[in-house]
C-alpha cells in the first residue's frame, strides 16, 4: 500500500501581474450541518460527515507544493503560478481521508474562485478552460487531455465548461476533471480528483447535490 497524499494542482491558472481588489460582500462561505453554503456565489454542496475538510493553512501547503511540482525548474512558469495566486480564493477543499492516510490514492473535490478583473478576454467557463490547458502544456509533468462526453453540463441548475485531465505522478495515475464557469467576473471552478472509475462516480454523485440559489 502506497503512502500518496494527492496535491492540489494548479488550481489558480490565469496568470496576472496585478492585484486585483476583492468585491464587497465576498464570501469563503461555510459549513453547517453537512452543508457547505456560499452567499456570493448562491451555492450549495453536500460534505460527508466522515471526509476531512482542509483548512486554510493546510491549502496553502497544498498549494505550494503543487506549485513547485508543475513548475519544476521552469522560473517564468513559477513566477506566472505566484502572480495567479494574489487572485485566488480557495472556498472549500475535502479529501476523503486525512491528507496522509495510508491509501493508494485520495480522491477529493474543491471550489477556487478566481479573480478575472485583470483578464477581459475570458469571457466563459470555455474560455477559462483553454487558457488553463496552455499554462498545464508548459508543466514539468506531462499531461494528457482526454476527450469530455458533455463538454458543457448542469450543476445544480448552472452551466458549467468541462475538462478532463490525466498525469503521472510517483507511479500513481492522476485523474482530474474541471468544471468552470463565469459568475461576477470570478471563474468559479469545481475541480474532482481521483484515480480509476469507481471514484470518479463517488465524485460525481458529491456533485449532485450542488444547488445554485
Same mark, same amino acid.
Given at each position: 500500500?502506497?503512502?500518496?497524499?494527492?496535491?492540489?494542482?494548479?488550481?489558480?491558472?490565469?496568470?496576472?501581474?496585478?492585484?486585483?481588489?476583492?468585491?464587497?460582500?465576498?464570501?469563503?462561505?461555510?459549513?453547517?450541518?453537512?452543508?457547505?453554503?456560499?452567499?456570493?456565489?448562491?451555492?450549495?454542496?453536500?460534505?460527508?460527515?466522515?471526509?476531512?475538510?482542509?483548512?486554510?493553512?493546510? &491549502?496553502?501547503?497544498?498549494?505550494?507544493? +503543487?506549485? $513547485?511540482?508543475?513548475?519544476?525548474?521552469? *522560473?517564468? !512558469?513559477? /513566477?506566472?503560478?505566484?502572480?495567479?495566486?494574489?487572485?485566488?480564493?480557495?472556498?472549500?477543499?475535502?479529501?476523503?481521508?486525512?491528507?496522509?492516510?495510508?491509501?493508494?490514492?485520495?480522491?477529493?473535490?474543491?471550489?477556487?474562485?478566481?479573480?478575472?478583473? &485583470?483578464?477581459?478576454?475570458?469571457?466563459? +467557463?470555455? $474560455?477559462?478552460?483553454?487558457?488553463?490547458? *496552455?499554462? !498545464?502544456? /508548459?508543466?514539468?509533468?506531462?499531461?494528457?487531455?482526454?476527450?469530455?462526453?458533455?463538454?458543457?453540463?448542469?450543476?445544480?441548475?448552472?452551466?458549467?465548461?468541462?475538462?478532463?485531465?490525466?498525469?503521472?505522478?510517483?507511479?500513481?495515475?492522476?485523474?482530474?476533471?474541471?468544471?468552470?464557469?463565469?459568475?461576477?467576473?470570478?471563474?468559479?471552478?469545481?475541480?474532482?480528483?481521483?484515480?480509476?472509475?469507481?471514484?470518479?462516480?463517488?465524485?460525481?454523485?458529491?456533485?449532485?447535490?450542488?444547488?445554485?440559489?
Amino acid at each position: 500500500m502506497k503512502y500518496f497524499v494527492p496535491l492540489v494542482l494548479l488550481c489558480s491558472l490565469i496568470g496576472c501581474n496585478s492585484q486585483s481588489t476583492t468585491p464587497e460582500g465576498f464570501d469563503y462561505g461555510s459549513i453547517e450541518k453537512g452543508v457547505y453554503r456560499n452567499h456570493f456565489f448562491n451555492f450549495s454542496i453536500d460534505v460527508p460527515e466522515d471526509w476531512s475538510v482542509q483548512s486554510d493553512e493546510m &491549502m496553502d501547503e497544498l498549494s505550494e507544493a +503543487g506549485t $513547485d511540482m508543475i513548475a519544476g525548474d521552469n *522560473k517564468s !512558469l513559477k /513566477q506566472d503560478l505566484d502572480a495567479a495566486e494574489i487572485n485566488t480564493a480557495y472556498l472549500l477543499t475535502v479529501f476523503k481521508y486525512e491528507v496522509g492516510a495510508p491509501v493508494d490514492f485520495n480522491p477529493s473535490y474543491l471550489f477556487v474562485a478566481e479573480n478575472l478583473s &485583470m483578464a477581459p478576454t475570458i469571457r466563459n +467557463g470555455k $474560455d477559462y478552460l483553454e487558457e488553463s490547458k *496552455k499554462l !498545464l502544456q /508548459q508543466a514539468a509533468v506531462e499531461y494528457q487531455f482526454p476527450p469530455v462526453e458533455q463538454p458543457v453540463v448542469n450543476l445544480g441548475g448552472k452551466e458549467f465548461y468541462v475538462m478532463n485531465t490525466v498525469m503521472e505522478y510517483i507511479g500513481t495515475k492522476i485523474e482530474q476533471t474541471y468544471y468552470a464557469c463565469i459568475d461576477q467576473n470570478f471563474a468559479l471552478t469545481c475541480i474532482i480528483s481521483y484515480s480509476g472509475e469507481a471514484q470518479k462516480q463517488e465524485l460525481e454523485t458529491l456533485l449532485s447535490s450542488i444547488k445554485f440559489l
